[in-house]
């Protein structure tokens, strides 16, 4: 049975750091990425790597400021999240798929290309 634990979600002030944790049991996996949810809008895109090589991509808005990392021996992949601004304020949702990273050349950054999901955890930052 496959199944994604996270957490590392809270409450931060602006310009803070959250780590968030995302451990899968049940499998292994060639894709790992993180996405949110703000109320109102649709789920997107943040982050994915790896398993093999640990290649990531990172969503625009997020680039420079957070970090996805894993470590496979614990089957466990990692958002870093610095300087956090309140429009980063929505509930992370890590996502694996059991394929590779990339297809026709990029990587996946649609929730419809992921398999299994966490529960979510719930990031607010405020002013």
């Known amino acids: 049975q496959v199944q994604l634990l996270e957490s590392g979600g809270g409450l931060v002030q602006a310009g803070g750091s959250l780590r968030l944790s995302c451990t899968a049991s049940g499998r292994t996996f060639s894709t790992m990425a993180w996405f949110r949810q703000a109320p109102g809008k649709e789920r997107e895109f943040v982050s994915v790597i790896t398993w093999i090589d640990g290649r990531t991509y990172h969503a625009d808005s997020v680039k420079g400021r957070f970090t996805i990392s894993r470590d496979n021996a614990k089957n466990t992949w990692y958002l870093q999240m610095n300087n956090l601004q309140p429009d980063d304020t929505a509930i992370y949702y890590c996502?694996?798929?059991?394929?590779?990273?990339?297809?026709?050349?990029?990587?996946?950054?649609?929730?419809?290309?992921?398999?299994?999901w966490g529960q979510g955890t719930q990031v607010t930052v405020s002013l």
């Open positions: 996502a694996a798929h059991q394929l590779s990273a990339l297809i026709w050349g990029r990587f996946r950054q649609t929730p419809s290309e992921y398999e299994y």
